[in-house]
């Protein structure tokens, strides 16, 4: 090493040496800002240079042919399918996913790579007689590679990206139905909501009424004030219960927008709901439904192919333990300022390579691959298992629900009647304002069940229906149910 090469590293050293030594916090500014808040308790000041965030639109979907004031289940399943980002998400993921398979399945095929380089060199020192010190050349290459074998290591790895693949497709139709169930389920509460509301307006109409009545007969001398008190408190519950009911409509609506992917604050609603609904109990064995999801629930079929993607990464793995043999091609063509060193070129080679040793890094990436499989084996078993507890609970679920609506009719019938009642006896002056102030109480909560009931059917079909793998992608439910036998109303 001359003086003058030593002096460079030397120079190199301590520069190094220097800018590492001042090099003792992270940076200080980020596109034009502050890269970090001053302290643990100050927020971080966004850069201006940084794009604000965008502002939420609340312009609805163009789509003539859906009635946004008047939205159906249908509609909703629709719209949240279309609009709602959990869907786009796994589409493309799903979309990437394909592109990774492909870009595995290039593997198969040889590599051609082309270069062209030249420029002038120098030979330093040379032999009387022999080429020229000072020369210029330049020209094109073409090289190709081609991998022959590998002991199982690219088919493994093509074999793992095509499972990748059929896993995010799987995922994306397991996607599709929870935002199908949680649009289904978002719509009901929203009706139960107002189904309550109006089951609450109804409630202080009942409750002005007994204040009316108690203040007419405390005028003539037939009740006490404290009759009168105890109405306008009964009044004051009722209107309190109602605002509280309104709220909820509004929370409901907010939650009913989001699984639909729009604004809460756009103008959209759902059609009023007070059909007669025919209500039917299970008609399938839930031994039956249990092997229909195992069958159709797309999520348990992600999970095995996920298995099975992770046997195959394993197999790719484990051939990095074994040599390889490959193939090497070239052809070119130098031009040059002499004559004697211009001419075509080429070659062909066999080339093996053998790992000799890594530190046994290999044998254990192998080990780990290896288990990484059993743990995706185990975890799809885990899935299985989840699947029919979801099933056998869901299944139950809708036949208590069945019973529930019944029960309800029943007690709604009951309440009406008792309330009836009370409020004619103490027209009459045989009952006390205690009697109907408890009837009131007990219509109020019987038409609060008769709402719940209706519309927690309809939320268990749609559960039972996307647990067994079938719900369909209009929010069809197509379970077997037994003719109505609770006749309701």
């Known amino acids: 090493m001359t003086r003058a090469e030593t002096l460079v590293l030397a120079f190199a050293g301590i520069v190094t040496v220097a800018v590492a030594g001042c090099v003792h916090s992270p940076p200080q500014h980020l596109a034009g800002g502050a890269s970090l808040p001053e302290s643990p308790g100050r927020a971080w000041p966004r850069a201006p240079a940084l794009a604000p965030p965008g502002v939420l639109s609340t312009d609805l979907p163009p789509d003539s042919t859906i009635r946004f004031d008047a939205l159906g289940v249908t509609d909703v399943v629709e719209l949240a399918l279309a609009h709602n980002p959990e869907t786009a998400a796994s589409w493309r993921q799903a979309r990437a996913a394909a592109a990774a398979y492909g870009s595995a399945g290039g593997t198969r095929y040889p590599t051609v790579t082309g270069t062209v380089s030249g420029g002038p060199s120098k030979v330093i020192s040379t032999a009387p007689g022999r080429l020229p010190a000072s020369r210029v050349t330049f020209g094109p290459q073409v090289t190709l590679t081609q991998l022959l074998f590998d002991f199982g290591g690219r088919s493994g790895a093509i074999e793992a990206a095509r499972e990748a693949l059929l896993a995010a497709d799987l995922t994306h139709n397991a996607t599709l139905q929870n935002v199908a169930l949680q649009a289904e389920v978002g719509y009901f509460n929203y009706q139960a909501a107002r189904g309550l509301l109006a089951a609450q307006q109804a409630t202080v109409g009942t409750a ?256 039972l229906a996307h647990d067994a793998g079938v719900l369909g992608p209009r929010g069809e439910a197509p379970i077997r149910l037994s003719p109505d036998s609770t006749k309701a109303r």
């Open 208 to 463: 002005r009424a007994n204040l009316a009545a108690a203040e007419q007969r405390h005028n003539v001398g037939l009740a006490t004030i404290a009759d009168v008190l105890q109405a306008e408190t009964a009044v004051a519950q009722a209107e309190l219960t109602l605002q509280n009911a309104e709220a909820e409509v509004q929370s409901a609506r907010a939650n009913l927008a989001f699984q639909l992917g729009i604004a809460p604050n756009a103008r959209f609603d759902a059609v009023v709901d007070t059909a007669a609904v025919p209500i039917g109990d299970v008609a399938e064995s839930v031994d039956s439904l249990i092997a229909r999801a195992v069958a159709e629930r797309p999520d348990l079929a992600a999970a095995e192919a996920e298995a099975r993607q992770a046997a195959a990464t394993a197999r790719s793995v484990r051939s990095g333990i074994w040599p390889s043999l490959g193939l090497t091609a070239t052809a070119g063509r130098v031009y040059a300022d002499t004559s004697v060193l211009g001419g075509s070129n080429y070659s062909l080679s066999f080339g093996l390579t053998i790992p000799l040793f890594s530190g046994l890094s290999r044998q254990y990436d192998a080990v780990a691959a290896r288990e990484l499989a059993a743990a995706a084996r185990a975890r799809s078993d885990l899935v299985r298992l989840q699947v029919a507890a979801q099933v056998f609970s869901s299944y139950h679920g809708l036949r208590t629900a069945t019973q529930r609506v019944a029960t309800a009719t029943r007690l709604l019938a009951s309440a009406e009647r008792s309330e009836e009642v009370a409020q004619g006896r103490y027209r009459e002056g045989v009952g006390s304002i205690l009697d109907v102030l408890a009837a009131q109480a007990a219509l109020a909560d019987a038409r609060a069940q008769r709402v719940q009931a209706r519309w927690g059917w309809f939320a268990s079909l749609a559960q």
